[in-house]
Nanobody, 124 residues
């Protein structure tokens, strides 16, 4: 059974950092691209970041470049998202997702497996 379980979300003040994790099982994590998407209340799910199977190619939403960093540990089947200088507009449910191939994309429909999400709320 494929499982993706996000963790690390919470309620934080503007300007702080959070690190999200996505623990996976049930598929060959080291052979597939992974990504993070997010969905704010009343909005569509949007692309955040993606990383290829080896971890040597990463992609980001333009508005998030420089603040967010995606990484992976293939030995531990785990995906990460380091989020710095958080803003209220970063408030959303964050989802990790897995492709069935090695190349990362920024397109939601390219990802076959999804976690349940972790809530990130940025508020003073």
């Amino acid at each position: 059974e494929v499982q993706l379980v996000e963790s690390g979300g919470g309620l934080v003040q503007p300007g702080v950092s959070l690190r999200l994790s996505c623990a996976t099982s049930g598929f060959s994590f080291g052979n597939v691209a992974m990504s993070w998407f997010r969905q704010a209340p009343g909005k569509e799910r949007e692309f955040v970041a993606a990383i290829n199977w080896l971890g040597d190619a990463t992609y980001y939403a333009n508005s998030l470049k420089g603040r967010f960093t995606i990484s992976r540990d293939n030995a531990k089947n785990t995906l990460f998202l380091q989020m710095n200088s958080l803003k209220p507009e970063d408030t959303a449910v964050y989802y990790c997702a897995a492709r069935t191939g090695p190349r990362a994309t920024m397109t939601l429909r390219d990802y076959a497996y999804w976690g349940q999400g972790t809530q990130v709320t940025v508020s003073s």
